[in-house]
């Protein structure tokens, strides 16, 4: 690098395209190919339009406590970057789900910071083991959504240090790639600029990977390279790059911090764009064996599941997730779902072949955004048809054709080029749907951009309006569509196209959908009717993907009130009621006490419906603990409201005592706690002793089916705390000793400015829920 000029070394610190950095091809410097994550490849592939497999959220990774299973996963999302020509990917998020309400919550592994760092580090040693570099993300205190490009989070330093840049530290040690710095600011400080944070990152953790900035997270030139950023994106450059050689000329910058943040893009290139070792396992087994092992069985009344095939000879299937299921939630890094991927009911229908399953809804699957149930224009498969054009007027034979099974669809790149929505042009969606009741049937589009409905070739819906650049990001987040009603017999076809016009824009997006004449009374009834009639009832409940989404926390943790309702009409209907909630965060779960069992699935990925129906057969045992306490009402949570004051302060007065800490040390008792779960076997807690630096504890499988248990290791002072955990596999009558090594990280206080060792004795307690100790155990460190 002591070859390059200033100049050449400062045009590596910007991007030199939306996913693409700046390459130096007489300095061997390659460009580096970056997509957005963590749930798959969501962006900057080689082909945009290409679908990706779609991987468990992290809260159900999370749950799986299963750091070998998550490595797994990392390496299969590793594969799908090999495949798409991505050299790093913008994952694992390990913020924390402070707050019940984060918009994103659903992307973080837990409320505890040292089981997201594990996981963390796990995703990232799977998805490095393919090559491809993992750029954790948002560093730090990106924690919440509202107001996140102004809001400053305030935090003293010991909750920074043990708290939040924790799980980053994690993931440094595993040789993470690069870090992401995140929007907001800290102590007053846009998190681009932390000198404070890239010196504990460089210095104390010795990370030499570059810091990347968000995309367009930038506030200025010298304030960015000052304080520790090496590398701006997107590109072109807007604060760094050539600009950076006017601040050394200036004497902001100086010139060895600009070869510094050159030399690390540089050494990133280098090292990720090399040979590629994509994964070999079967990726369709693998999600399907991950969405299961973080389901989460927190009641199982009269050891109602598994559901046996052929011991209920009627099963309804109840709810408006069982047909339209969440599988991710509503962030601009939304995977590409493959149309093929089954929902809920039709792999229970499959599994239970030979049992009458009956379905209904219940209450509406979408109120906000219904789904587009269409055939594919040439029949041969689910969804819209999609057809891109160059020719803004859809003129000419289209660039490229896909099919996608959604209501949404977003674009960060140009359908034509790697670059940004530069220059106009067009998509065209098409599909066949088909009306399966009489009366009016109301369509819905919207668009960033010009947007025209046909159905049936006549126009029902139509803004020919082109948007402003500036105002595109506004309309997608808030999803604004314009509906039309069409009278429709039941059986009748008819063809759907929408036609979409852009011009430049650093992203776009589509959304369409249909809603037929069905009434909520009509739902309800029909769906206690089928509840009544049948031998046992799985009711799937939940979210749709705009529940949780990126720019926006949530207003409580409620679930929607008309389906709170159906729970209480198919409860009081029959008492064998399983409730799915397909819920990605912490939530009210109240209502799943008047059910016999309750099993929390979160955002699952495209393993949704086989891993569910294997979980309610038996073939699988749900194999989750709870990632984040679920309290008995909002006013437990340590943290809740995420609205920064007049001056954009959001104070973390919660301290160190996140999550299900700061009920302990008040002593409320949580609804389920951290934690928590159970599979389909019972385990006897036999003994527990110390043994050097690690605890001993002796467990026997009692039941009469093999399972999974979760031996968790917490330390008393100075508060209640996760301080190591292990999972272990058992046959029946199987007992086995776990060695559970704590982690020395959490043995350590900051304070006067320094880390110090615990004291003398430290008190232990060992169990299989924070809230359920088996034995307690005092061991010097």
């Known amino acids: 690098m002591s070859k390059l000029t200033l100049e050449e070394a400062a045009s590596l610190t910007a991007g030199a395209a939306m996913w693409r950095t700046v390459a130096i091809p007489d300095a061997d410097v390659p460009a580096l190919h970056l997509s957005d994550g963590p749930m798959g490849i969501a962006s900057g592939r080689v082909d945009e339009r290409d679908v990706a497999r779609l991987s468990p959220c992290a809260t159900a990774l999370g749950a799986s406590f299963d750091p070998a299973l998550i490595e797994r996963v990392g390496a299969l999302v590793g594969g799908e970057a090999v495949r798409c020509g991505v050299d790093m990917v913008l994952a694992p998020n390990v ?16 409320e505890d910071p040292l089981l997201t ?6 995703w990232t040693r799977g998805l490095q083991s393919t090559g491809t570099g993992a750029c954790p993300k948002h560093m730090v205190c990106n924690d919440s959504e509202t107001d996140r490009d102004r809001m400053n989070a305030v935090v003293d330093e010991r909750t920074l240090r043990e708290i939040y840049l924790l799980p980053f530290e994690f993931c440094a040690a595993a040789g993470a790639g690069a870090m992401l710095t995140a929007y907001n600011r800290v102590n007053g400080t846009w998190c681009a600029e932390q000198g404070h944070v890239s010196t504990i990152v460089k210095q104390e953790w010795g990370f030499d990977g570059p810091l990347i900035s968000d995309w367009f997270g930038t506030h200025s030139t010298a304030g960015s390279l000052n304080g520790g950023l090496d590398l701006e994106m997107p590109g072109p450059a807007r604060f760094v790059g050539a600009k950076a050689v006017g601040a050394v000329e200036a004497g902001e910058v100086s010139a060895d911090r600009v070869a510094d943040a050159a030399d690390r893009v540089a050494r990133a290139a280098r090292r990720w764009t090399g040979a590629k070792r994509p994964p070999t396992e079967d990726a369709d087994a693998l999600l399907v064996e991950a969405a299961a092992a973080g389901m989460v069985l927190l009641r199982n009344e009269g050891e109602l599941l598994p559901l046996v095939p052929g011991r209920d000879a009627r099963i309804a299937v109840i709810g408006p997730n069982a047909a339209a299921p969440c599988y991710q939630g509503g962030t601009f890094a939304k995977i590409a779902l493959s149309p093929d991927a089954a929902r809920p009911l039709e792999a229970i229908v499959e599994r239970y072949a030979g049992v009458e399953v009956v379905y209904e809804p219940g209450v509406d699957p979408q109120p906000r955004l219904p789904s587009m149930p269409v055939a594919s224009i040439d029949g041969d498969g689910r969804g819209m048809t999609i057809d891109y054009f160059a020719d803004p007027d859809l003129g000419g034979e289209p660039i490229y054709s896909e099919v996608r099974d959604t209501n949404s669809l977003v674009w960060f790149v140009g359908v034509h080029d ?9 998509v065209r969606a098409s599909g066949w749907f088909t009306a399966e009741a009489d009366g009016p049937h109301r369509f819905y589009v919207g668009a960033t951009g010009a947007v025209r409905m046909t159905v049936d070739g006549r126009a029902i819906l139509d803004r020919a309006e082109r948007m402003a650049a500036s105002d595109v990001m506004g309309s997608l987040k808030r999803g604004d569509a314009d509906s039309a009603d069409v009278m429709l017999t039941t059986g009748q076809r008819v063809r759907v196209e929408v036609a979409f016009t852009y011009d430049g824009a650093r992203v776009h997006g589509l959304w369409y959908g249909v809603r037929g004449p069905d009434s909520a009374a009509a739902m309800l009834a029909r769906a206690v009717d089928a509840a009544r009639a049948a ?3 799985v009711l799937i409940v939940g979210e749709t993907s705009d529940s949780s989404v990126e720019s926006k926390d949530r207003p409580d943790t409620a679930l929607a009130a008309e389906q709170v ?19 990605g965060h912490a939530f009210d779960a109240r209502w799943g006490e008047q059910a016999a069992a309750l099993l929390s699935a979160w955002y699952p990925g495209e393993g949704f419906g086989p891993a569910l129906a294997a979980v309610l057969s038996g073939d699988r045992e749900p194999g989750g603990r709870l990632p984040v306490t679920l309290a008995r009402s909002e006013a437990d949570y340590p943290a809740l409201a995420l609205t920064p004051d007049d001056r954009g302060d959001l104070a973390y007065d919660d301290g160190v005592l996140v999550g299900y800490r700061g009920l302990a040390a008040r002593g409320v008792a949580p609804l389920h706690a951290f934690g928590a779960g159970r599979g389909y076997t019972r385990f006897d807690w036999i003994a527990a002793e110390a043994d050097g630096g690690n605890v001993l504890v002796t467990i026997r499988n009692a039941g009469d089916r093999a399972g999974s248990e979760v031996v968790q290791l917490y330390r008393h002072d100075p508060e209640f705390a996760l301080v190591g955990f292990a999972k272990v596999h058992l046959g029946v009558g199987e007992q086995a000793v776990v060695r559970v090594t704590p982690e020395p990280r959490l043995f350590r206080i900051w304070r006067d400015d320094r880390w110090t060792q615990l004291d003398g004795p430290v008190r232990l307690s060992v169990g299989p829920a924070s809230d359920r100790m088996s034995f307690t155990i005092d061991t010097n460190r």
């Open 95 to 110: 913020n924390l789900a402070r707050s019940p309400l984060a918009g994103r919550a659903f992307e973080y592994y837990s």
């Open 418 to 426: 790697e670059g940004v929505f530069d220059r106009p042009a067009a």
């Open 535 to 537: 031998d046992a009832v």
């Open 117 to 122: 760092g594990i996981a963390g580090a796990a």
């Open 565 to 583: 309702a159906l729970i209480d009409a198919v409860c009081a209907a029959n008492p064998r009621v399983a409730i799915v909630a397909n819920i």
